[in-house]
């Protein structure tokens, strides 16, 4: 019976990693290659998984040698400068010849930005010999981003 599971929190900020665990128990007098699949909003360039083997349809294996019951691969979050919203990366054992638990058969992390926007404030009209003006604020990272702010206007 093959299991997975994770160190760490299910929550991952973006440039961090997550470590997961497979395990097996029963009969350990031979290797066995066990597949996990990845899905999701996360794209692609969103991670990397290093200690595993890549196969087509976003599928990766791990080895688990002879007389082994654990093997373990890691997930690194990419640290880019875009701002997103939270997106989910599920990770998912697929059988191969061996009984998956299904219990500890998946786990779904959550990929957290850390990038702050980058906004712009530009003055696009002021009514002379008054205090009204007008004036756009712009994401300049991603126009397509909704994002709040606090401002306050004073006279000094």
Aim: aromatic content about 8%; glycine content about 4%; proline content about 5%.
């Amino acid at each position: 019976v093959v299991s997975l599971s994770i160190e760490g929190s299910l929550s991952v900020e973006e440039g961090d990693s997550r470590t997961f665990i497979i395990r097996r128990s029963g009969i350990l007098n031979s290797e066995i290659e066990v597949i996990f699949s990845l899905a999701g909003t996360a794209s692609p360039s969103d991670y990397e998984v290093f200690a595993a083997d890549s196969a087509p349809e976003n599928r990766y294996s791990v080895v688990l040698e002879r007389g082994a019951i654990s093997a373990e691969f890691s997930i690194e979050i990419t640290d880019d400068i875009f701002v997103e919203n939270p997106e989910n990366l599920r990770v998912s054992l697929v059988p191969n010849g061996y009984t998956v638990d299904p219990q500890a058969n998946s786990l779904s992390l959550t990929l957290i930005d850390n990038d702050i926007p980058l906004v712009t404030l530009e003055v696009v009209y002021i009514l002379p010999g008054t205090p009204s003006f007008r004036f756009t604020i712009s994401n300049v990272q991603d126009s397509s981003s909704l994002f709040s702010f606090l401002f306050s206007l004073s006279s000094e």
